[in-house]
DNA sequence: TCACACTTTCATTAAAAACTGAAAATAATG
DNA sequence: CATTATTTTCAGTTTTTAATGAAAGTGTGA
């Protein structure tokens, strides 16, 4: 006897695949886009085993990836008591998985991309004239523009989600 | 003889280079992430040969990158008259090419993952009780927030700098 | 129309990234 | 403390992605 899946278990099974695909496409490794995806719609928190026989991956894999999910902070481990098994769980608020992935592309992405910028700038403030002065400034019209983007982020990085919705419509008037 | 560069090119130098490897960690080639970085810092339009010769890289690597970058609009070719060589400028104003990545990006990347929600909320549309309706309401919340976040960011690019800027500083308070 | 300058393609190779599976480490239980 | 359940690591393998270099294609001008 096969496991008939019922309609919304075969749309989730589409939505784990090509979420997975949309995740390479983005630079995050299919496995870890996948198993995103898995718990985002898991009615329960799933385990290790779980997630691997539903992906059919290794525990290597597997593992690797609920941990670096967890190190996102899109996941988190829960615990049953009698239970000495880990319990994965993600995040189900769209505000608050936007929220975790500004944070974590901010710290991972923009701030290292800012500093080699100011980096770049400062080895070059004395530059008066012609191309050296032009490097040096697009150097620092680079690092600004990132600077203003990171404090627009966490001005809404810090505001609740009805907040940044009202001041949004503002904008789309 | 030796080419002692001035000052300036050696912070080129290790911009290029830095800049390929955090494109790496964004998820884009590392060549096309030099390019680009070289092309941005060009006093002068770059031919392939160029390109090739300063990043030490094949014809091959280098004419797919250059093209692809053309293909991301982030660089433009240029002819000049009486040389039949294409010439490659990257697009230096930072407000635009943050349009245009924010362009591409939505094209590329957020309007399929809202084609793959629509369609997974569509198939489970008439769960009425227990995890099917979750899942639906899941992919609903994502594809609203997502087609919320396409119409700000339609917005927003159709704002001139001056705009955005007055806009956001206002969100700054 | 031939030769030349340049661009494009693509089969092959190289490099990087992801995955496996099993062994080692850890920690809970009795 | 010994057993067992579970997590973690990692050397080796597979898969994917990127780069090479040479050949084919294109189009311009003599």
Redesign the interface.
């Known amino acids: 006897m096969s496991k008939e899946l019922?309609?919304?278990e075969?749309?989730?099974e589409?939505?784990v695949v090509?979420?997975g695909s949309?995740g390479t496409?983005?630079?995050?490794p299919r496995t870890m886009a996948q198993i995103h995806a898995l718990l985002?719609?898991a009615?329960e928190p799933m385990c290790t085993d779980d997630v691997m026989e539903r992906l059919e991956i290794s525990r290597g894999n597997a593992h690797t990836n609920l941990k670096d999910l967890v190190g996102w902070n899109l996941v988190r481990i829960i615990t049953k008591k009698g239970d000495r098994k880990e319990y994965f769980e993600a995040e189900?608020d769209?505000?608050k998985i936007?929220i975790t992935i500004s944070k974590e592309r901010k710290r991972?992405?923009i701030e290292?991309?800012i500093n080699?910028?100011r980096?770049?700038a400062a080895?070059?403030k004395d530059?008066a004239v012609?191309?050296?002065k032009?490097?040096?400034q697009?150097?620092q019209?680079?690092d600004?523009?990132l600077s203003?983007g990171v404090?627009?982020a966490d001005?809404?990085i810090s505001m609740k989600h009805a907040s940044a919705l009202q001041?949004?419509m503002r904008?789309?008037g």
């Open positions: 019922p309609e919304w075969k749309a989730r589409e939505f090509q979420w949309l496409q983005w630079g995050i985002m719609t009615p189900k769209v505000w936007f991972r992405e290292p991309a080699l910028l980096d770049c080895r070059t530059e012609g191309p050296g032009d490097f040096h697009q150097m019209d680079l600004e523009f203003f404090k627009v001005t809404v001041w949004a904008l789309l």
